[in-house]
C-alpha cells in the first residue's frame, strides 16, 4: 500500500500554476528570471539529442553588423547539416539565453553596431542578470567563459568556438590569465577551438592547463605521430600538443569516459586551421610581433590589448586574418557537432541515454519515434494509425499527460544529511519519465487488462511529439489526444520532483498551464464527444488538472452518454474544484439520486480540502444533503465508538471516516489513500444490495436505512490495512503509486461489468501500488502480470 511520503507527494501537487508569458516554463532553474533554455535545445538534451553549443561575443565584439547576422546563420546550419541542433548562447535584456531564435540572434548581433553590448565571463553573470532584476536591462555576448557555464547548466556537454583565451605574454607579471582557462578547470564541457590566439604565451596557457586538471588534446587531422598544438591562424606553433586525437569517435569516447568517472574539470580539443586558410608560421610571427609592440607602445593593456591586437593583426595580415577566422571557425563548429554526433551515439549504445539536468522525455522513446510527425502541424490532429482506431473502450480516461522528472538526493559517501542543501548544486539520481495524473491512471488500467482510450491535450511543440511517441511505445492509443497550436499559448505539461535520498517529497515544480485552457479553445463537442458516444465507456476517469468548465463538461458528458465518473483530486487546492464557489463540478442540487461523480479517490489531504469546501459553500446544509443524510440512519449516541472499532481512534481523531461518510450525498463512494494505515472505503449502499444481508460484510455495515426508502440502502465504512509497508531502501519511486491505485481499481469495476465491488478490486490495487513504488519512473510494467488474479 501507499506509504506516507507518496501521500505527500499528491498534496504537493498544488504548486501547478500558470506562468509568465516569457517561456511558460515553471520557474525553474532552466527557465527563470535569470536563464531561460529554448524548448528545441530542452527536449533535444533531453532525448539524447548531439546538441552544440556556440557563444556569442563573436557577434557582438567579433564581427560587424550585419555580417556577424549572416555569420550566426552559417555556424546554426552547420551545426544541422551535420546532425545536431545549435544552441547559440547570450544574454538579451539581462536574461541569460541558451538557444536563441533567429529575432533574438538579430537583435544581439545588432549591438555590434551601437557597441553597447557587454562581454559576458563568469564574473559578469550576476552583474548582468542582477541589473536586469533591478531594471537595467543589457544585452550581453558571451565568452567562452560564460557560454561554457550556461551550456552546462542546459545539460549540453561540446561547445565549438572560434580561439580559446590564455595566459598573455608577459602573464608572469601582469597576471593577464584568460577566464577561459579556470572555466575549463571546473566545468565539464568539452571546448573545440582552433587553439588560442597567437599572440598569446602559448606554452605558459598549455601550463596553466595541465595544472587545472584539463586534458588537452589536438585533432591530428591526417597527420602521423606528433602534432603540434595550433595557434589559432596557423596551424603550427612550434609547440607539441599534450595529446593527439585521431577523430570525432576518440574525443566522443573521452568525453563520456570523463562524464562516468566522474570528473568536474573540462576538455579541450584544438582544430587546426583549414590548410587553405592557414597562414604561414613565419608570416604570422612578424605580423603578429608588431601587433604586440604597437599595442604596447600606444597602452593597450587588459581587456583592451586582444580587441586592438586583433584589429593591427587585421590591418597588417591584409585581411587574411578575417579569412582564416571565419574558415576555422566553422571547421570548428562542423568538428564539434560531429564529436556531438558520436557522443550520442556512444550513449545510446550503452542504453544510458542523457543523464543531464534537463526536463524531459521517457527513456524508452527511441529517436525515431521522437522525430518530428507532418500531422502535428494540424490542430487537433491525433497522429493516430486508423488500424488503431478503438470502436469499444472499457475505460476513458480523461486526465493530464506530462513530461515528468524525478530528483533524488544522492549524498556523498559519508554525508548524513538526507535532505538536499538549497541555494547550491546536489548530488542527484535525475530519471525521466512520461506521466501526469491522467496518464498514470490510464497506463495502469491497461496494463491490467482494460481498454483504455486516453484523452489529453498537448502543445505542438517538441514535447508533445515525444509524449505522443512514447503513448504509442506503451501501446496506449493516442486517438484521444488534442494538439494545440502554439497561438492557443499551448505548451505540453511538466512536472518536477525533488525528493530527499529517502524519496519523501522536498519540492515540486509543474507547468500545467495547458490543462487549464478554457473550454473555447478545445473541441469537446467535435472531438471529445463523438469518442464518448462511439466507444461507449463504462467508467470515465477525470483528473483535476482541468479547466473547472471543462472538467464540469467531462462530468456532464459522460453521465449524458451512460458512463459513471471517478475523480481523482490531483492535489488539495485542484480537489476544492468539486465544490468550489466559481463553476463548481457539483452544485447543491447533485446529491444522490441525481449525482454526477460516482466514485472519488482522494488522499487524507485532498479528502479534508473537499469536505471544507463542500462546507464552505454551503452544500452540506442543502434540503438535498439532509435528505440522504437523515435516511443514512446514523445513530447520534455511540457514533465515536463505533467509527473507532471499524477503522482507528488516529483515524477518527482526524475527522477522516466523518469527512468521508458527509461527502457521500454527493460522491456515493470514496477511496480515501491514508498512506501506512491502508485504504479506507465508505460506500452509499442503494436498497437491495448484497452487502446489507451478506453475513461476511456485516462487521463494514455502519448502518441501514429504513426499509421504505427508495434510494438510500446504508452506508458501508472498510479500512483495508496496508498490503506491507516497504523499508526506505525498497522504495525506488513513489512517481504514479497513488494513481496506479485509482487506475486497478476502475479496471476491476469495468471488466467485471458490474459484478464487482469496490472492495473486491481493493487487494489486488494496492499490490500494483506497491509494485509501481518498487520500479523506478512512474508506473510499473510489472503489474502485467497480476492480469491473471
Known amino acids: 500500500m501507499l506509504p506516507s511520503r507518496t501521500t505527500a507527494r499528491l498534496c504537493c501537487r498544488s504548486a501547478y500554476s500558470r506562468l509568465l508569458p516569457q517561456r511558460r516554463f515553471n520557474h525553474s532553474l532552466l527557465s527563470s528570471k535569470f536563464l531561460n533554455v529554448s524548448e528545441e535545445v530542452r527536449d533535444a538534451v533531453a532525448t539524447g539529442k548531439p546538441v552544440v553549443a556556440l557563444e556569442s561575443t563573436i557577434y557582438t565584439h567579433g564581427f560587424p553588423f550585419p555580417e556577424s547576422v549572416a555569420l550566426a546563420e552559417l555556424l546554426e546550419s552547420v551545426v544541422r547539416v551535420n546532425g545536431g541542433v545549435p544552441a547559440t548562447i547570450g544574454i538579451l535584456n539581462g536574461v541569460a539565453r541558451v538557444g536563441l531564435s533567429p529575432d533574438q540572434l538579430i537583435e544581439l548581433a545588432s549591438t555590434a553596431e551601437r557597441k553597447d553590448a557587454l562581454k559576458v565571463s563568469r564574473r559578469d553573470l550576476g552583474y548582468i542578470c542582477g541589473l536586469g532584476l533591478a531594471g537595467k536591462r543589457l544585452h550581453g555576448g558571451t565568452t567562452v567563459s560564460g557560454t561554457m557555464i550556461l551550456a552546462h547548466m542546459a545539460g549540453i556537454r561540446v561547445f565549438g568556438t572560434g580561439g580559446l583565451g590564455g595566459v598573455h605574454r608577459g602573464g608572469e607579471n601582469s597576471m593577464d590569465i584568460s577566464a577561459d582557462l579556470t572555466e575549463l578547470g571546473r566545468t565539464p564541457v568539452a571546448v573545440v577551438s582552433s587553439g588560442c590566439k597567437s599572440f598569446l604565451d602559448i606554452p605558459r596557457t598549455l601550463e596553466y592547463l595541465e595544472t587545472e586538471g584539463v586534458c588537452v588534446g589536438t585533432f591530428a587531422d591526417g597527420r602521423q605521430g606528433s602534432v603540434d598544438f595550433p595557434a589559432f591562424f596557423t596551424r603550427d606553433s612550434g609547440i607539441k600538443s599534450p595529446k593527439v586525437i585521431q577523430n570525432e569517435a576518440e574525443a566522443a569516447a573521452i568525453i563520456y569516459a570523463q562524464t562516468k568517472l566522474p570528473l568536474s574539470s573540462g576538455m579541450h580539443f584544438a582544430n587546426p586551421v583549414p590548410v587553405e586558410q592557414s597562414i604561414a608560421k613565419n608570416e604570422m610571427d612578424a605580423i603578429i610581433e608588431e601587433a604586440l609592440r604597437l599595442a604596447d607602445e600606444e597602452g593597450y593593456h587588459g581587456s583592451d590589448n586582444t580587441p586592438f591586437v586583433l584589429a593591427k593583426i587585421k590591418q597588417l595580415s591584409g585581411g587574411k586574418s578575417v579569412t582564416a577566422n571565419r574558415a576555422l571557425v566553422e571547421a570548428n563548429v562542423q568538428r564539434a557537432t560531429k564529436v556531438a554526433v558520436e557522443l550520442a551515439k556512444l550513449e545510446q549504445s550503452h542504453g544510458s541515454p542523457n543523464e543531464r539536468h534537463m526536463p524531459a522525455i521517457s527513456r524508452t522513446v527511441k529517436a525515431d519515434q521522437a522525430t518530428p510527425e507532418p500531422e502535428l502541424a494540424q490542430l487537433h490532429s491525433t497522429s493516430e494509425n486508423p488500424a488503431e482506431k478503438l470502436d469499444k473502450a472499457d475505460v476513458l480516461v480523461a486526465g493530464s499527460l506530462a513530461i515528468d522528472l524525478s530528483c533524488d538526493y544522492a549524498p556523498f559517501a559519508g554525508e548524513s544529511s538526507k535532505?538536499?542543501?538549497?541555494?547550491?548544486?546536489?548530488?542527484?539520481?535525475?530519471?525521466?519519465?512520461l506521466g501526469g495524473v491522467g496518464h498514470n491512471v490510464a497506463i495502469a488500467s491497461s496494463y491490467l487488462g482494460s481498454s483504455v482510450l486516453f484523452c489529453s491535450v498537448v502543445g505542438e511543440d517538441l514535447s508533445g511529439r515525444a509524449a505522443l511517441s512514447t503513448l504509442r511505445a506503451e501501446g496506449l492509443t493516442t486517438q484521444g489526444i488534442q494538439i494545440l497550436p502554439a497561438s492557443d499559448g499551448a505548451r505540453t505539461a511538466q512536472y518536477i520532483a525533488v525528493n530527499d535520498a529517502t524519496k519523501d517529497l522536498v519540492l515540486a515544480m509543474a507547468?500545467?498551464?495547458i490543462?487549464?485552457?478554457?473550454?473555447?479553445?478545445?473541441?469537446?463537442?467535435?472531438?471529445?464527444?463523438?469518442?464518448?458516444?462511439?466507444?461507449?465507456?463504462?467508467?470515465?476517469v477525470v483528473d483535476a488538472n482541468w479547466n473547472p468548465d471543462v472538467l464540469a463538461k467531462w462530468v456532464t458528458v459522460a453521465k449524458k452518454h451512460g458512463a459513471r465518473v471517478a475523480f481523482e483530486p490531483v492535489s488539495t487546492a485542484k480537489s476544492r474544484r468539486l465544490f468550489g464557489r466559481a463553476n463548481a463540478v457539483i452544485t447543491s442540487s447533485a446529491s444522490v439520486p441525481n449525482h454526477g461523480i460516482s466514485l472519488a479517490a482522494p488522499n487524507q489531504y485532498e479528502l479534508a480540502a473537499m469536505y471544507m469546501a463542500a462546507r464552505e459553500n454551503g452544500l452540506l446544509e442543502s434540503d438535498g444533503w439532509w435528505r440522504i443524510i437523515d435516511a443514512m440512519g446514523m445513530s447520534a449516541s455511540g457514533s465515536r465508538d463505533r467509527l473507532v472499532a471499524m477503522t482507528s481512534a488516529a483515524l477518527v481523531d482526524q475527522g477522516i471516516p466523518q469527512q468521508s461518510i458527509q461527502l457521500l450525498p454527493y460522491v456515493p463512494c470514496l477511496v480515501t489513500k491514508l498512506g501506512s494505515q491502508g485504504v479506507l472505503v465508505t460506500q452509499l449502499l442503494r436498497p437491495g444490495d448484497p452487502r446489507l444481508t451478506a453475513p461476511e460484510s456485516a462487521p463494514y455495515i455502519l448502518s441501514r436505512a429504513p426499509p421504505t426508502d427508495e434510494v438510500i440502502g446504508g452506508v458501508y465504512l472498510r479500512l483495508f490495512p496496508p498490503a506491507a509497508v516497504l523499508k526506505d531502501e525498497d522504495i525506488v519511486s513513489v512517481n504514479g503509486a497513488g494513481d496506479t491505485l485509482l487506475g486497478a481499481v476502475i479496471t476491476g469495476l469495468a471488466k467485471s461489468g458490474g459484478a464487482s465491488t469496490v472492495e473486491d478490486a481493493i487487494p489486488l490495487a494496492q499490490e500494483a501500488s506497491l509494485r509501481t513504488l518498487k520500479s523506478a519512473g512512474g508506473v510499473s510494467n510489472d503489474i502485467i502480470n497480476l492480469r491473471q488474479h
Do not use: C, Y
Open 419 to 433: 535532505s538536499p542543501v538549497p541555494h547550491t548544486s546536489n548530488p542527484a539520481v535525475i530519471s525521466q519519465s
Open 511 to 513: 507547468d500545467m498551464g
Open 515 to 540: 490543462m487549464e485552457l478554457p473550454e473555447n479553445v478545445l473541441d469537446f463537442d467535435g472531438f471529445w464527444e463523438p469518442m464518448i458516444a462511439r466507444t461507449k465507456p463504462q467508467w470515465v
